[in-house]
Nanobody, 122 residues
Framework: QVQLAESGGGLVQTGGSLTLSCAPS????????MAWFRQGPGKEREFVAA??????YYADSVKGRFTISGDNAKNTVHLQMNSLKLEETAVYYC?????????????????WGQGTQVTVSS
């Protein structure tokens, strides 16, 4: 069983930056496929970024602006978000799954954090 705790959400202006963090309890994040999803108001949960075995994957909408990374010493996964847009206001979720699954599908992930709110204002 893995418990995930997100932090770092908040209010940011359009074009601003924010870094989210996710700390898995009990296990090293390197043992898992780790991902970030988001769910905006009235929208379905969508894939943002994932990492596993040194590979990193991004949704087309965030390529070049978001970076997923891991800090082994702190056992924490980060999502650095730059040039944020109004439409990226959402609850952002950290998720974990056994390695080898389809990284962009929410159904791949049995473990989820509680979510952290990111609000982008004009």
């Amino acid at each position: 069983q893995v418990q995930l705790a997100e932090s770092g959400g908040g209010l940011v202006q359009t074009g601003g930056s924010l870094t989210l963090s996710c700390a898995p309890s009990g296990r090293a994040f390197s043992m898992y496929l780790m991902a970030w999803f988001r769910q905006g108001p009235g929208k379905e949960r969508e894939f943002v970024a994932a990492m596993s075995d040194g590979a990193k994957y991004y949704a087309d909408s965030v390529k070049g602006r978001f970076t997923i990374s891991g800090d082994n010493a702190k056992n924490t996964v980060h999502l650095q978000m730059n040039s944020l847009k109004l439409e990226e206001t959402a609850v952002y979720y950290c998720a974990a799954a056994p390695r080898g699954g389809k990284y962009a599908l929410p159904t791949t992930y049995p473990y989820w954090g509680q979510g952290t709110q990111v609000t982008v204002s004009s």
